[in-house]
């Protein structure tokens, strides 16, 4: 997954609605956080066993949630300038010193 | 970003800690919820202004909930088979239709 | 305001449509973090000016917010027997004792 | 339970403490969603049956969540002048006609 050329191709489409100025980091995350209830929603009153198990339409609308969420994400990581891959590798050393493997 | 390869790499880190049983649909939204409201917690008392000029400390702990977040969402992806590039490509695709261009 | 006899309300209101065999914690608190971010979502977009004068549809829809969220907390503190006011007593003294006032 | 007292006695807390600035309506929402995500937190690796049977100290984490929950819920109420007891009667009437009673 090329990330950069996402971003640019998310920022052009802000862009094109007017919607670049509300974008600022305090407000992308407030929106992101938003969409990560979005996806709890759809889980909400499921079973653990129902939740494995999604039907056509609730998978899809779980795919839509998954997508906004890492819209606001990659331009998250734009606007702070905070880049994704280096920071999941940064991340997992830290956790890894923190738990080590059984 | 190669994401299965990211996604292999972090099952295999799960499981080397025996996190995989709890890595249920259910529970990975709930984990991923939390992740971003701890993202949020990074910015909540911040003005908009200091909000997009980090100080390098307050930067890393975003960072971190951003890897941590991020590592969520690909297991989600991983453990409900829903691809996240074609999720977001579906879902640019039904925004667009929603929201046109100006 | 009267706890025990609005939990006993809302208790009766789920009853009457079938929603108790849902009502369990763990869906209560995934529900409650939900209507948190809608809560959210009504702010996302302001700016603190904008967020201090909400107009009256935005008011509105605030208000309708926090009600949801005092639902979810009512009937989570039934299911639990968690007290809320002792819980608030409770807390606020270990605030005191890790914050001490000024 | 006198929420107006409870909101003053929260208001002196906060002013005691030099938090009174930061508590906009904006930053208050957001908080309050952090809040929910740490009580989503003491579920999210639990089974139902789990969550359902809370431990001595999980249910003294929950009691804390809900505490800290409900303090930001009262505090935007009286910084936005939302009556919580009129909004849910509101809100309920609402939720009547949209649901009926089966």
Known sequence: MDLPAWQARLQRFSADRGWEPFHNPKNLVMALSVEAAELVECF???????????????????????????????????????????????????????????
């Open 44 to 102: 909400q009153w499921l079973t653990p066993e129902q939740a494995a198990a999604l039907q056509p339409t609730q998978r899809e609308a779980v795919a839509d949630e998954m997508a906004d969420l890492l819209t606001y994400l990659l331009q998250l990581s734009r606007v702070t300038g905070i880049e994704l891959e280096a920071a999941l590798e940064a991340k997992l050393a830290k956790t890894a010193l923190k738990y080590p493997a059984r």
